[in-house]
């Protein structure tokens, strides 16, 4: 019998933003988190490459959204990343699809769990019955307990990899009929059983652990340089073809990439903030961003500079290519949530908006927004890489 996986009916929805809050992650660099910082991250045993990785990660989404079943997840995989894997590969590919969406599925459960834990407050584990019950799950089979009770501290499922297991809730009456005195001395598999935390939704780069965050930064900065290509979309003024993992390129191009440091003359309205007449790029633009109120005074130039680096990696960022009249960009617009308090400035708007150039290979500003009418972006001849959810563009 093929193993399929139960979709949550009661919020499915909350499994997918559970799951796209991840974030990705090449082997190395998950093998070399603390524990702690490994719990928001995606990684996909022996896929070294963060672009085959973002690729699984894109198609299991896809698996949760829809409801698609294992063959469709495994058929829109490239041969490049089944090929990593070799021998055993479809195994391996069946564990990495079961795990990760009962992973999904049973955060999506925890969180209506937690929800409904006035009315039900009692819970239990469903165990599936037959021959493939492992050994962690099957005395587990009708527990039922407070939901306060210290066992849901380490035995919220999955349990272990490929684990059928789900979280159910009851009524007070209902829980007090079917309660167990203790839990059996038990122990699931390491690495699974711990409940999510409420952040663990969250795609506000604050929330992730500081390790994790910048473990990401680097895995983008690592990535092969795709210049040539990304350039090429941007000057076809709309007409080009994305590859779906081009957005990773582009946001890796604009991560390592710094800011103009070349000296010019100080306008007449910044000088009293700068208090002398000639300062480096980057000095300007801090200073034009404290001024705008968009930054708070005092803010270092390395930090803007970081701002901008970061926003391209931010998990709800819309990044996309253009031509302007200086020559072709890349450009990344994120919810401005992720600058932290003490640089907010009292006027900082809802979006950050950063532009890289290709002609410098330099970032080439960075500045808050309160919607995208405020851009000067041709939106007709833009090629989009990644646009999220929550970005509709202007009509032309």
């Known amino acids: 019998m093929a193993w399929t996986v ?3 009916p009661l919020r499915p929805e909350e499994a997918l933003r559970w799951f796209r809050a991840r974030l990705p992650l090449p082997d190395p660099e998950f093998r070399a988190l603390g524990e702690e910082a490994r719990r928001r991250a995606f990684f ?28 469709d997840f495994q058929r829109e995989l490239s041969d490049r990343v089944k090929n990593a894997w070799g021998e055993g590969s479809r195994h391996r590919l069946e564990t990495v699809f079961r ?38 799950c099957r005395p587990l089979a009708g527990i039922v307990l ?8 380490t035995h919220v499922p999955p349990l272990h990899h490929n684990c059928r297991t789900a979280l159910v809730t009851y009524t007070r009456e209902e829980g007090e009929r079917r309660a167990w005195k203790e839990p059996p001395p038990h122990e699931p598999q390491e690495g699974f059983g711990r409940p999510p935390t409420e952040e ?45 993992r081009d957005w990773l390129f582009a946001a890796g191009e604009m991560v390592r990439a710094p800011f103009n440091r070349r000296g010019r003359s100080v306008p007449e309205e910044l000088r009293p903030l700068l208090g002398r007449e000639r300062a480096t790029s980057l000095e300007l633009h801090v200073a034009q961003r404290v001024m705008d109120g968009h930054l708070a005074p005092g803010t270092p130039p390395e930090v803007y500079e970081g701002l901008c680096r970061e926003a391209p990696a931010h998990p709800e960022a819309a990044l996309f290519a253009y031509a302007r009249d200086q020559g072709p960009v890349l450009a990344a617009l994120a919810p401005a949530s992720f600058i932290p308090e003490e640089a907010r400035g009292p006027r900082l708007k809802a979006l950050w908006f950063v532009v890289y150039s290709f002609h410098s290979g330099t970032l080439a500003t960075g500045y808050s927004v309160r919607d995208l009418s405020e851009l000067d972006v041709p939106w007709d001849k833009v090629v989009w890489l990644k646009r999220p959810p929550w970005l509709t563009p202007p009509s032309p």
Not at 114 to 136: H, K, N
């Open 6 to 8: 139960e979709p949550d």
């Open 44 to 71: 996909v045993a022996g896929l070294a490459a963060l672009d085959m990785v973002q690729e699984t990660m894109d198609a299991l989404a896809r698996a949760l959204e829809e409801g698609r079943p294992f063959e």
């Open 99 to 136: 795990t990760n969406l009962q992973l999904a599925y049973g955060a999506g459960r925890w969180k209506e769990a937690v929800s409904v834990r006035e009315l039900r407050p009692y819970w239990g584990l469903s165990v599936v019955l037959d021959g493939r019950t492992s050994r962690i």
């Open 146 to 153: 407070p939901a306060d009770h210290p066992f849901w501290r």
């Open 200 to 244: 663990e939704w969250s795609p506000d780069p604050r929330g992730y652990h500081p390790e994790l965050w910048r473990a990401f930064l680097r895995a983008l900065a690592a990535l092969p340089e795709a210049r040539a290509h990304l350039r090429g979309l941007a000057e076809s003024r709309g007409q080009g073809r994305p590859a779906p």
